[in-house]
């Protein structure tokens, strides 16, 4: 099996080394010894994800679902097992990026347009985890991320969308454009296009979910409520922080999280982790 993924932990940055011991963390925290079908989302913070999950005996025996384009490339060329939805509904566990997640783990989605496919693995999951930076990390949605909520739209849909947005109470709505790489809209893997809707600070998440999914014309929201299982977040000075769905939430202090890096080094293993 073709393995490409060799990481040097001396070309990263503090937080680069934490967000990808963050995500090391969650693997080892989350991967079912019988794993059998595991969902890769999208994004530059997922690549520490595959670089682990390659450290795992008998990973060439497990299907790996993308989210999009970009996970499916990083899938085959480390010459895992690629898989589709429809062949394999059953998903053991997920790993994936967010834009944002609140203080219930409610989390925006969408930012690199993979959003529908993002969702539909969440979905057949029994385990959904987030890794993501410190910056992520917040209190209610809307805080940090305010781009807007992404949307996937029905092209031919569009503009009565925009219409419909406007009316639940985003003043701006707006189709993302696919500059500077090319001329008009976005066209996400689907052929549908995506709308950023900022609402400002979300106070009813999932309220709003359902609000915009009604609409005529949307393929799906960028608002994930109530699906995450655990989230694990790289902060600047080293140290991960670890949030529960029961509410719980730990700090790895930024010594332990070296120290656990340069065995991860030397022997593969993490010591300050229980794999379930």
Known sequence: MSRTLDLDSEDLSPIELAKRQACHMAVDEN????????GIGSGSTVVYVVERLLKKPGIENVVFLPTGFQSKELIVSNGLRLGDPDCYPDVDVAFDGA?????????IKGGGACLFQEKLIAVLTKRLVIVADSRKNSE????????GVPIEVVPMAYTFVLRELKRLGCKEPKLRMG????????????????IDANFGLIDKPEELFKQIKL???????G??????????????????????NDGTQ?????????ASAVQ?????????????
């Open 31 to 38: 991967l079912p010894k019988s794993a059998k079908v595991i």
């Open 99 to 107: 834009d944002e997640v609140d203080a219930n783990l409610n989390c």
């Open 140 to 147: 209610k949605l809307g805080a940090y991320w305010v781009k």
């Open 179 to 194: 500059a500077p790489g090319k001329a008009g809209p976005l066209v996400t893997d689907n052929g549908n296009f995506i």
């Open 215 to 221: 609409i005529i014309g949307v393929v799906e929201v």
């Open 223 to 244: 608002i994930f409520s109530q699906m995450i299982q655990s989230a694990y977040f790289g902060n600047p000075d080293g140290s991960v922080t670890v949030k529960k």
């Open 250 to 258: 730990r700090i790895i202090p930024a010594e332990v999280t070296v």
């Open 264 to 276: 991860q080094k030397i022997t593969g293993e993490n010591p300050n982790v229980i794999t379930v």
